[in-house]
C-alpha cells in the first residue's frame, strides 16, 4: 500500500492533523493563514450548496475552531448575508489565532439567550473541533440542542461539536450537522459510527498544508477505496490455468446447515479461485450436490479425514466458520485447520470456538506461515477479544491483530480491517440492506476466493470488503446474500474487467 494515490485516502486523527497543522506553520505558513483558509473552504461550500440563504447564525467556541466561525462570518457578511455571531464562553479568554480572527470581525456579538435561532436559515456550528476534550455538558450542550431544534440546516466546522474525532464518539450532546467541512484530510470520526450519522456530507478543503506533512506523520490508517490494493488485485494472465487461481477448500456445516457454507464456496468461486472444494459428511455433500455443479464435493466425516485432505498441497486456502456448528467434531477440524497452514479465513462458528479455547489458539494463529484472515461482527469480536469498547473501533481492531497476529475484519456498517504491524482501513460503501442473513459468509467467501489468488491477507481483506459492499450497491434494497454473486459478477466485469473504469 505504497502508492502515490493511497495518500489522498489517509485519514487523521485530530491529535495527527494537530501535527500536520504544525508542520505547515513550521514550514512557513502562518497558523492565520491556515485559518483563513479554513474560513475559506467553508464559505466556498456555504456558498455553493446554499446560495439563497440570507441570514446566517454562526455559533463559536473558546478555541481555533470558534476562529474559523469569525472568519467565515466576516466573509459572508462581506457578500451581503445578514450574519448573527454568538461566542460560547468569555472574549477576553480567547487566545492566539482565534483572539486575532474575533477582533477582526467587523459584526457585534449576539447574546446566547437572545440568539435568533428562528430568523437563521442557515447555521454554521463553529463551537468545537479537534481540541474536544470532554463530553459536551452545562451550556454547551444546551446551546447544541437549541441548534439542533431549530429548523436550519446545520453546517459544521471541521466536525459536528460534541463528537470526537479520533474514535466517532460523543460523550454528551452532539450538533446533528447537515455537512461537515473539513481540512486537509477526513478524520476517524467522521466514518466511524455513530459519528458518520451526526456528520451529514463529508467535504474536505485544502487548506495549504503540504501533502509531505503525511509522510512525516507516518500515518497508516485509511478509507477503503481500490488505490489501496489495486496494484495486489488478481488480473488473469494468458498463461494461467485454473490451479494457479489457487485451490479453495471450504468446510460445510452438517446435513441442516449447508447453506451457509455453500454461499460461501459460490463466493469464493465466483471472486476468481480457479476451483472451489466443500467438504464435509456424505450427508451434507449430497445436499450441496443438489444446487451446485461448478463446486466440488470432498468427503471428509471426521477431523482426521480432513488431515488426508489437506495432504493435497494444492489445497492452499481454507475457509471455516459459516454453518459449521461447535460440536467436538467442529472443533477438531478445527485444530487440523489450524495445524495445516494453510491461507486461513476464519468466520462465525470458527471464532466461537476460538473463544471458547483457553488462549483462544493464538499462539496457533501467529505461528502460521501467512496471517490468518478472522471476520468477527461485533459479537464474535467481544467473545475473542473481550470489551475494549473504551478506545475506538479501529483501535480495537489494531489491539486484536496484534494479539492474534491474524488480519482482522471486524464487521459492521463502518467495518474496520486492521493488521498486526499497525495497518489499519475503515471500509464506508457497505449499504444498509448488507444486514441480511448469510451476508457475511458471503464475504468470507470473497476473501477466500482472493487469497486462493496469492492475493496478500491484509489486501484480500479490504478488497473483498470493497467488493462486498459494491456487490450490493449494485444490486440495492431487497437484496438476499444469494443475490450478492450476481453483484459481486457485475462489479467485477466493470471495475476489474481491463475496462479501466476502478
Ligand atoms: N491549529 C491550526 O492551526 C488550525 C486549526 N483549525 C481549526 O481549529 C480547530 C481546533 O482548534 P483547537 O485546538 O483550539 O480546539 P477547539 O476544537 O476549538 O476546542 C478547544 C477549546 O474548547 C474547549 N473545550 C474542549 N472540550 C470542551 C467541552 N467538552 N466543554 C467545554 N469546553 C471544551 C477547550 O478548553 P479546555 O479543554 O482547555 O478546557 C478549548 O478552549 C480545528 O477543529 C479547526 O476548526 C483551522 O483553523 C486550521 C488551522
Ligand atoms: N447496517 C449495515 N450496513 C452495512 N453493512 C452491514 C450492516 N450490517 C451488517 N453489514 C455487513 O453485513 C455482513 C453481515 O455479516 P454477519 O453479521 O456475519 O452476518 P451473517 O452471519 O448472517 O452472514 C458484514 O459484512 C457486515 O459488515
Ligand atoms: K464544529
Known amino acids: 500500500m505504497t502508492q502515490a494515490t493511497a495518500l489522498a485516502h489517509i485519514l487523521l486523527t485530530p491529535e495527527e492533523m494537530g501535527k500536520a497543522d504544525q508542520y505547515a506553520i513550521q514550514h512557513g505558513t502562518p497558523g492565520y493563514t491556515l485559518m483563513l483558509a479554513a474560513g475559506e473552504r467553508i464559505l466556498e461550500y456555504t456558498l455553493r450548496t446554499h446560495p439563497l440563504s440570507k441570514t ?48 477582526d470581525w467587523p459584526g457585534k456579538i449576539t447574546p446566547l439567550e437572545a440568539f435568533p435561532f428562528d430568523n437563521c436559515d442557515l447555521l454554521i456550528d463553529a463551537l468545537f473541533g479537534a481540541g474536544l476534550s470532554r463530553g459536551l455538558e452545562g451550556t454547551a450542550a444546551e446551546l447544541v440542542g437549541r441548534m439542533n431544534a431549530a429548523s436550519a440546516p446545520i453546517i459544521a466546522v471541521d466536525l459536528p461539536s460534541g463528537l470526537s474525532g479520533r474514535t466517532g464518539k460523543a460523550e454528551g450532546a452532539v450538533v446533528q450537522a447537515t455537512a461537515s467541512v473539513t481540512f486537509f484530510r477526513k478524520k476517524p470520526g467522521h466514518l466511524l459510527l455513530p459519528g458518520r450519522e451526526f456528520c451529514g456530507d463529508v467535504i474536505v478543503g485544502d487548506i495549504g498544508i503540504p501533502q509531505t506533512a503525511l509522510t512525516q506523520l507516518e500515518a497508516q490508517l485509511h478509507e477503503n477505496h481500490p488505490d489501496l490494493w489495486r496494484a495486489e488485485f488478481p488480473s488473469p494472465s494468458l498463461t494461467g490455468h485454473k490451479y494457479s487461481k489457487g485451490h479453495a477448500l471450504i468446510l460445510s456445516g452438517s446435513e441442516f446447515a449447508t447453506g451457509a457454507s455453500r454461499l460461501t464456496a459460490k463466493a469464493a468461486l465466483r471472486t476468481g479461485a480457479g476451483l472451489v472444494s466443500l467438504c464435509g459428511s456424505a450427508d451434507a455433500l449430497r445436499i450441496h450436490a443438489a444446487h451446485v455443479t461448478a463446486i466440488m464435493l470432498r468427503p471428509a466425516e471426521t477431523a482426521s479425514d480432513l488431515k488426508d485432505l489437506l495432504d493435497d498441497a494444492r489445497l492452499t486456502t481454507l475457509a471455516l466458520g459459516p454453518g459449521l456448528g461447535t460440536s467436538t467434531d467442529a472443533d477438531e477440524k478445527l485444530t487440523i485447520a489450524l495445524r495445516a497452514d494453510r491461507r486461513l479465513i476464519l468466520d462465525a462458528d470458527a471464532l466461537t470456538l476460538l473463544s471458547q479455547r483457553e488462549d483462544a489458539s493464538f499462539a496457533a494463529l501467529k505461528a502460521l506461515n501467512e496471517p490468518a484472515i478472522l471476520t468477527p461482527h461485533a459479537g464474535e469480536f467481544k467473545r475473542l477479544f473481550g470489551d475494549m469498547s473504551e478506545t475506538s473501533k479501529v483501535e480495537e481492531a489494531l489491539e486484536a491483530a496484534r494479539q492474534s497476529g491474524a488480519i482482522i475484519v471486524y464487521k459492521g456498517a463502518d467495518t474496520v480491517i486492521a493488521a498486526p504491524d499497525g495497518r489499519a482501513v475503515i471500509n464506508t460503501n457497505a449499504p444498509p440492506c448488507l444486514a441480511t442473513a448469510g451476508s457475511g459468509d458471503t464475504l468470507t467467501g470473497i476473501i477466500t476466493g482472493l487469497r486462493s489468488q496469492d492475493m496478500p491477507a491484509f489486501e484480500a481483506a479490504c478488497a473483498g470488503v470493497w467488493l462486498h459492499g459494491e456487490a450490493a450497491n449494485v444490486l440495492g434494497p431487497g437484496l438476499t446474500a444469494d443475490d450478492l454473486e450476481d453483484g459481486l459478477k457485475i462489479v467485477l466485469k466493470k471495475r476489474f474487467g481491463g475496462s479501466g473504469e476502478t
Open 56 to 103: 446566517i447564525g454562526v455559533l463559536c467556541g473558546p478555541g481555533n475552531n470558534g476562529g474559523d466561525g469569525f472568519v467565515v462570518a466576516k466573509r459572508l457578511r462581506s457578500l451581503g448575508k445578514k450574519v448573527h455571531v454568538g461566542l460560547l464562553g468569555d472574549p477576553s479568554k480567547l487566545t492566539g489565532d482565534a483572539a486575532k480572527a474575533f477582533s
